[in-house]
């Protein structure tokens, strides 16, 4: 889980922050993501830097739903915002991979998911895209960043396909 500092405080965003957020929501995860993230900014929380007043966090209802990564300005998932994305892309997986269910509890204690494992990735994958990670009932497991391509996924037998960040057991 990760932890939130007990100096941050929490706040309503602003029209600008919400705008700013739905639009890179949609234009990272995609238009059913960002719908909802547009209908549910309301309710939603966000905690700033104290040294630079960006956003760090964007909260939810059970706490931290997105990261906004400082280095690059883009959002690294969490379990519940995962979970959230495998619910809205029932027809297809455009931000998430399948593996097999063999590996599936070492992918839950956070291990990094080999492209030997990967079941039909989708081949619009690109490298460093945040992925989660199913098992074959379309359970999520963990959440990650793509190393190589859902190309390459389906092609290569050997080597990292997704740097696992977190698993729902770790």
Same mark, same amino acid.
């Given at each position: 889980?990760?932890?939130?500092?007990?100096? *941050?405080?929490?706040?309503?965003? *602003?029209?600008?922050? %919400?705008?700013?957020?739905?639009?890179l929501? /949609?234009? %990272?995860?995609?238009?059913?993501?960002?719908?909802?993230?547009?209908?549910?900014?309301?309710?939603?929380?966000?905690? /700033?830097?104290?040294? $630079?007043? &960006?956003? &760090?966090? @964007?909260? +939810?209802?059970?706490?931290?739903?997105?990261?906004? /990564?400082? =280095?690059?300005?883009?959002? =690294?998932?969490?379990?519940?915002?995962?979970?959230?994305?495998?619910?809205?892309?029932?027809? !297809?997986?455009?931000?998430?991979?399948?593996i097999?269910?063999? #590996?599936?509890?070492?992918? &839950?204690? +956070?291990?990094?998911?080999?492209?030997?494992?990967?079941?039909?990735?989708?081949?619009?994958? %690109?490298? @460093? %895209?945040?992925?989660?990670?199913?098992?074959?009932?379309?359970?999520?497991? !963990?959440? +990650?960043?793509?190393?190589?391509?859902?190309?390459?996924?389906?092609?290569? *037998?050997? +080597? #990292?396909?997704? &740097? $696992? /960040?977190h698993?729902?057991?770790?």
């Amino acid at each position: 889980m990760i932890k939130v500092s007990s100096l *941050s405080k929490l706040e309503e965003p *602003s029209p600008i922050d %919400q705008r700013m957020l739905v639009a890179l929501v /949609r234009m %990272q995860f995609g238009e059913p993501f960002g719908a909802w993230l547009e209908s549910s900014i309301d309710t939603m929380k966000v905690e /700033r830097s104290m040294k $630079t007043g &960006k956003i &760090k966090y @964007l909260h +939810g209802s059970n706490g931290i739903f997105l990261v906004l /990564r400082p =280095t690059d300005g883009f959002f =690294t998932l969490t379990i519940d915002a995962a979970i959230l994305l495998n619910e809205l892309e029932a027809n !297809a997986m455009e931000n998430g991979i399948t593996i097999l269910t063999e #590996v599936a509890s070492f992918i &839950k204690d +956070g291990r990094n998911v080999f492209a030997k494992h990967v079941v039909n990735p989708n081949p619009g994958i %690109q490298p @460093l %895209q945040e992925l989660y990670v199913c098992d074959e009932e379309r359970n999520v497991l !963990a959440v +990650g960043k793509a190393i190589i391509s859902g190309t390459e996924m389906a092609t290569l *037998s050997r +080597g #990292v396909a997704v &740097k $696992t /960040r977190h698993g729902i057991d770790a």
